[in-house]
């Protein structure tokens, strides 16, 4: 294409007027920004001492669990739907056949490289049976790598912590198929 092409259209830049020049306009809307800072209340925690408060834990991804079903098995069936949803490939699933009539899988071994995860919930919304969830639990360290390698048992004790402050998000809502078709 051509400079002198009658397809383009050259568009004249308009000149600055005299505020615009001076920069006045915009040093007094950033003196503003910095006083209103000063003078708002200060939110600084010191973590250890003070846990912070996470405004809506519901939304919030923090550390994965394996959530159990009603008689505390792990809930997940292997379908590996949240190692394929998985961006970041750190979801690892090993199969083996149940040991429990009611489903044909269970993982054997199921591992999540906290490191590498970018916490985004695609693992969360890809279960079909809510297995796995992101928690409001904000501590997560580690001495070195591979005891940021959550493995299923350690994935399962997360649920037992949270599970009383944090109820499975499933829990109370009875799905369309559970109820025949019919949401409630």
């Known amino acids: 294409m051509k400079p002198t092409d009658p397809q383009i259209v050259w568009l004249e830049e308009k000149p600055l007027g005299l505020a615009e020049r001076l920069y006045l306009p915009l040093f007094v809307q950033g003196l503003a920004t910095t006083a209103r800072h000063m003078v708002s209340p200060k939110v600084t925690v010191s973590f250890p001492d003070e846990r912070p408060t996470v405004g809506n834990p519901l939304i919030y991804r923090g550390v994965h669990r394996l959530n159990k079903d009603e008689q505390g098995r792990v809930q997940c069936v292997a379908c590996f739907l949240c190692a394929t949803a998985c961006p970041a490939h750190c979801i690892d699933i090993v199969a083996a056949e149940s040991p429990w009539p009611d489903r044909e899988k269970y993982p054997e071994s199921f591992q999540i490289d906290e ?68 949401a409630p």
Do not use: Q
Not at 131 to 140: H, R, V
Not at 146 to 168: G, N, Q, R, W
């Open 115 to 182: 490191l590498r995860c970018i916490f985004c919930g695609m693992c969360e919304e890809a279960c079909p049976v809510d297995a796995i969830e992101l928690t409001s639990l904000l501590d997560l360290t580690g001495r070195s790598r591979e005891e940021m390698i959550f493995d299923k048992e350690k994935l399962l004790s997360v649920y037992d912590i949270t599970k009383d402050a944090e109820p499975m998000k499933s829990a109370g809502h009875t799905t369309a198929s559970a109820t025949g078709g019919h």
